[in-house]
């Protein structure tokens, strides 16, 4: 909060400043002019294999949490029916 209002009274008194940090806060962080200008194209193409690393890295963490929840559920839900669990050599 503190370097919100720290921010504001910069953008008060540089307003031309303030218009640089609103487009910087606007623009996706993966492709906006500058980082193109800075980075070049393999620089960019690099930023985005890393975004895609990450998002599939993510969405696998994601899937397996959804596994175990499930599996958990089935577990609770046999519990509560009174059935009884399969063993490691019935499952197998």
Do not use: C, W
Not at 57 to 73: F, G, H, P, R, T
Request: a positive charge; hydrophobic letters at 35%; zero cysteines.
């Amino acid at each position: 909060m503190r370097a919100q209002l720290r921010n504001d009274m910069r953008d008060l008194h540089n307003p031309q400043k303030s218009d640089v940090r609103r487009e910087k806060k606007t623009l996706p962080i993966f492709y906006s002019k500058s980082v193109h200008e800075d980075m070049g194209e393999k620089g960019l193409q690099s930023r985005l294999l890393y975004i895609d690393t990450a998002l599939s890295a993510l969405l696998s963490s994601l899937l397996q949490d959804l596994e175990l929840s499930q599996q958990v559920k089935f577990i609770e839900l046999r519990k509560m029916l009174g059935l009884s669990l399969p063993s490691n050599d019935e499952a197998n």
